[in-house]
């Protein structure tokens, strides 16, 4: 078939299209019968699109050509057969179907195609536990709502570390791929943070089960939401329970250098000191190190009643059990949501026995609503790992509806849906009935209204205090 | 002319000796005054300091194990085994093994004592199985090559066994229950001072091994042949000795310490990944180059200093403990720019020069 | 002559890449013999001595000790069947003591009493050697040095010595006594072969000699005749 080499090999699609022509490069002439040799071909006008065959469409296109015939050049108007491949990121192309205006885009989805909705956690690694946890969540709520308008929702599954590093990669990927509408993630405060300037970018919202961390909605970007509580809360319940509760008047505050570590540490500090307790010291630690004895050698030098450690379960495993080794055997040890699973009491073998951490517990909830979830939860994946499910369900849910509430269907029978509708749509949530409580969103994207529980290990297991 | 280049050359070798000497002056001064700081006021009480220092031998006389693994190879085939990390990693992967399972068989029960011992068997061996095959098919191949090539082959190898460990072994924490072996949990109460019983294991045994291993290099047959091949390879083989053998036995060696330095790891932090060995690896190769790399008595000594700088740099300096891996490679750094052949490396270089 | 010689050297062909170092050399040493190989710098005195003992492995040609053959022996295997060699610029072991050079000259043998004879034959020969046993090799004069070479040589009780240039470097004097150990040596029952350019000086003390020029034995006679051999006398004793 046809001339590869012709006029439209190599010229820019945007200035094709600014011209008013929806023809792109990769070409294939189709109508090309004698051995001429093109000296110049000039597209003029499309008349009309004559196939839709999966990915490309075949246009017939009318096209001024110098041809050089017997030495001569000749100059005649043609009409060609051009394919070109559908078009999903530009809008433009759809203008002709439907007049749409959303200020952040659209996303079209064609008929037989599917909502494309991310979900981001950890799969791999140390916490791939706490990943599979939420994920099983959302999974719950994809399940129970399959489709929006009749178009099948599909969720992409993704690891993106508790990293930066990972998280910016996923961010990545899906800011390039145009039918993303929306992320249910991520997990982590770490990874969620970096990925959500690229979000905020490609007009992504996010909705995130478990990114507790304060800095994570403080910055202001739009596409950040999450329907977990903000680290606020339960830092500074966590400082009420240390002192009022455990007794404690002297902390020590111990951070894994994330933001949410670090964060809910200075949290604690600022509501503990206002509170009239002492803080005795204010250290990091490094993930993925083994040995924090000569970090807590210094702080024991503080004699503090109790150590207060935002992180996550490895590295909290590790502290419960090396704080007995340097003279803080009779310092409390008092950890958050990062800790509160099995794989940390299991990790520290047995030295986990009477440390406490705080926990997202279902405040204002629906208890038929919730025992229900937790009762297909355990059904389809059995005992829940981690604190995080309902969250998860309750923000792919979110993100449905709100899906369901931003798209049309178009007379070509696709979808459109507009991008900043749907993240206004999510923070139009207000007294929503989620199985992890009621959520209602701020003007920050904060929806978790969260009552903060207490668990301490007893008898290797999380119970209630 | 020649007269004066040589001036120049001199007042240059002389301007870079005294920046150098104001450099370290005032390194020094920076320090001291610190330091100086540090005790004056008081910050710290004594307990502090002598917990520090004892977390700091149990870690010195880890990294000094591991650090003699890279300098053995060091001296006798001159490249840095890269994958001496994995090697430490596969060690403590195979104790757990066997520890796991002889919990759940119920060994452990009925014989604490064996079950240590075989642990630390079971991870040595398998780390000089590791070591063994390392270098017949990563380095031996590569003998005549340019000694770049061997370098990027064993970075080459430390991926590949770390990424080989994850996939074999997955990703999640292997945990060494020490609370419930007896004799290993808890720990000595001296005053204030209360030391871990995986420390004094540490200690103990790492001492021995090292007073066995001098004995060995300085005293045996296969120590002697051992340097010999360090020193010139052909000569040695005119002696009858068979080269090759003794590499790979070097090999074992070293690899055989990295297992027990492994095994000792998970007993005493108890969390096993395919990454454990990536850190102490590197930093036992910043100890090896810190005494002079290929330097038996300036690996143990580098160990231990770098052991004592990291757990003792912060309390000293007044900085939080998170720098520990800062003042680590600081440390380094300083090396390589004052003394780059090392703490006891310097006549060695000299007249290999 | 009907016993086989100790050593037999035919039509070696050695090279170092694609480069030609020995083309066709062929040499014996009998039973007690001390046998000269003199030649210019570069000649391929030192590459003959390698390929004997397996560090530079000859492309083509035989080797036989004692009417085995050598080719294919490992080089640490060669020593195990009476070949010693004091390799050019002497290579003791710097960083070892002189006892202990002196023990890996007798890695391969395990008869202790014999070897104890050896060290005590060793520092009887050489005194200074025994005042010195446990001073590190690298720090020992140049002739020390030598005199370990050659006693650790000779700690390996060879049946052949191949000495390369062991007077180099060393003044008249040392020469002298380094010579008179070589007979003395020869005088217990090593064969040996020895490679200088000092030519007047190996011809006194050998039995036959050969001459190599560029890879190539041109000479071959007894010890007396070459020394009175005008072409040897004009290129290899002008001096003297
Ligand atoms: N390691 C080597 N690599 C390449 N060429 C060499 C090597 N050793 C010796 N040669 C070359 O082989 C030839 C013979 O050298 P050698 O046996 O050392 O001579 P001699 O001992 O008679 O002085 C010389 O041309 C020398 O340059
Ligand atoms: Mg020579």
Known sequence: MGNKDGFFTGVSRRRLLGGGLTVTGGVVLAACGETKEVIKEVPVEVIKEVEVAGETVVKEVEVIKEVEVAGETVVKKEVIEVEVPVEVEVPVEVESVLVVNDPWGIVTVAPGDTIKIGLVTVLTGDLANLGIDIRNGAELAFDEFPDVKGFAVEMLDEDGQCSGEGGTAVANKFAANPEVVAVVGHMCSGSSEPASVIYERAHIPMVSPSSTAVSFTARGLDVTNRVCWNDRIQGTAAADFALNTLGATTAAMIHDQSSYGEGLVQVFQGAFEELGGEVTAFEGVTVGDKDFRAVLTTIADGAPDLLYFGGFQGEGALLVAQKNEVGLEDAIFFGADGINSQVYIDSAAGDAEGSYSSFADFGETDADLLAGFLERYEEKFGEPQGPFNAHAYDAAAIIIAAIDSASELAADGSLIIRRNAVNEAIRANHGYQGVSGVIDFNAIGDGGQGTVGFQIVADNAWSAV | MATTSTTVGRSAAFSKRAFLTILGVLIGAVLAFRLGQTIYDQVWGPEVWIRNLINGLALGAVYALIALGYTLVYGILFMINFAHGEVLMLGAMAGFFVLDASINSGFLDYNTLLTIVIVFIAGMSVAVVVGVLLERIAYRPLRGAPRLVPLISAIGASIFLQNAALQAFGANVKIYPTPQITGLSGGQRFGDVFVANTSIMIMVLAIITMVALVLLVNRSRFGKAMRAVAEDKPTAQLMGIDVNRIILLTFALGSLLAGMAGVMLGFHNRQVTHMVGFMPGLKAFTAAVLGGIGNVPGAMLGGFFLGLAESLGPTAFQIPSAYKDVIAFGLLVLILIFRPTGLMGERLSRERA | ?240
């Open chain 3, 1 to 240: 002559m009907t016993a086989p010689p100790l050593l037999e050297v035919r039509d070696l062909h050695t090279y170092y890449d694609n480069i030609a170092a020995l083309r066709g050399v062929s040499l014996t040493v009998s039973e007690g013999e001390i046998v000269a190989l003199i030649g210019a710098n570069g000649a391929g005195k030192s590459t003959l001595l390698k390929s004997i003992t397996g560090l530079t492995p000859p492309r083509q040609g035989e080797i036989f000790m004692e009417g085995r053959r050598l080719n294919g022996v490992p080089a640490h295997a060669v020593v195990r069947l009476g070949v010693a060699m004091v390799p050019e610029g002497r290579q003791i072991f710097g960083r070892l003591s002189v006892y202990e050079n002196l023990e890996m000259g007798a890695f391969t043998r395990t008869d202790t009493d014999a070897v104890q004879r050896s060290f005590d034959r060793v520092f009887e020969l050489f005194p200074r050697l025994a005042e010195r046993r446990e001073q590190i090799g690298g720090t020992l004069s140049g002739g020390e040095q030598q005199m370990l070479a050659i006693g650790r040589a000779i700690m390996a009780a060879p049946r052949l010595l191949l000495l390369d240039e062991p007077s180099m470097g060393l003044a008249p004097i040392l020469v002298q006594q380094i010579f008179r150990t070589i007979r003395e040596i020869n005088r217990e029952g090593a064969s040996i072969l020895l490679v200088e350019q000092n030519a007047n000086a190996a011809l006194s003390l050998a039995n036959r000699g050969y001459v190599l020029r560029v890879g190539q034995i041109v000479i071959e006679d007894a010890a007396e005749a070459l020394k009175e051999n005008k072409q040897v006398k004009e290129a290899y004793l002008g001096g003297h």
